[in-house]
T-cell receptor, first 111, second 111 residues
C-alpha cells in the first residue's frame, strides 16, 4: 500500500536452515524497520536502518542479522532458524519525523 | 521504563456502541503516541496520532484522549461498526526514534 513489498508472504522451513526475508520499498524513504509480531507481545523491533549500510539493533535482535545495500531493499536473515523464531514478520518504512508505514507481513513457520 | 501497557486484550461491543482501549506508559521522554489498526492478513495501518501538548484529538469517529500527568492515553471509537472489527495497537516514540508498541486489543463489533 505505501509502496512496500515483502517477500515471501509465507514460508515453511526446518530448524537449522538459513532464511532470508526481503523488504522492498518504492518510496525512497531513509528509515526501514523489521518487526516480529507474536500474540500477547504486540510488535517488537528486531533491527532498523537509517541509511544504506547503516543499521542498528532493536529490542529482540538475537539470532537475526540485516543488510541494506540499496535504499530500496532491507533484508532480514535468520542464520540458523529456531522454532522460537516462528512468527509474523513486518517491514516498515518512514521518512524523517514521519509515521511508519507497514508492509503486509511474512508468515514464517519453523518446524 | 520502555514498556507500553495496553488493555483490554479483547473487547466485544454492540454496533453503535463506544469502544474504549487504554494504554499507559512510564517514560516521560515519549513525545508521539500513534494508534494503529490491523485487519487479518494485513500490516498495521496508522489510524490517528497525538502529541502530548494537546489533551484530545478527534478524527471522524475516532478520538484520542491524552492524560499527561497520569501517563495514560486512550482510543475511543464512537458509533462502533462491524467494519471496525480489527486489532488495535497503541504505541509511543521518544528521542530514540523507535516505536514501542502495546500488546494489542482485538475488537469485535457485533451487528
Amino acid at each position: 500500500d505505501a509502496g512496500i513489498t515483502q517477500s515471501p508472504r509465507h514460508k515453511v522451513t526446518e530448524t537449522g536452515t538459513p532464511v532470508t526475508l526481503r523488504c522492498h520499498q518504492t518510496e525512497n524513504h531513509r528509515y526501514m524497520y523489521w518487526y516480529r509480531q507474536d500474540p500477547g507481545h504486540g510488535l517488537r523491533l528486531i533491527h532498523y536502518s537509517y541509511g544504506v549500510k547503516d543499521t542498528d539493533k532493536g529490542e529482540v535482535s538475537d539470532g537475526y542479522s540485516v543488510s541494506r545495500s540499496k535504499t530500496e531493499d532491507f533484508l532480514l536473515t535468520l542464520e540458523s532458524a529456531t522454532s522460537s523464531q516462528t512468527s509474523v514478520y513486518f517491514c516498515a518504512i518512514s521518512g524523517k519525523d514521519q509515521p511508519q508505514h507497514f508492509g503486509d507481513g511474512t508468515r514464517l513457520s519453523i518446524l | 521504563q520502555q514498556q507500553v501497557k495496553q488493555s483490554p486484550q479483547s473487547l466485544i461491543v454492540q454496533k453503535g456502541g463506544i469502544s474504549i482501549i487504554n494504554c499507559a506508559y512510564e517514560n516521560t521522554a515519549f513525545d508521539y503516541f500513534p494508534w494503529y489498526q490491523q485487519f487479518p492478513g494485513k500490516g498495521p495501518a496508522l489510524l490517528i496520532a497525538i502529541r502530548p501538548d494537546v489533551s484530545e484529538k478527534k478524527e471522524g469517529r475516532f478520538t484520542i484522549s491524552f492524560n499527561k500527568s497520569a501517563k495514560q492515553f486512550s482510543l475511543h471509537i464512537m458509533d462502533s461498526q462491524p467494519g471496525d472489527s480489527a486489532t488495535y495497537f497503541c504505541a509511543a516514540k521518544g528521542n530514540t526514534g523507535k516505536l514501542i508498541f502495546g500488546q494489542g486489543t482485538t475488537l469485535q463489533v457485533k451487528p
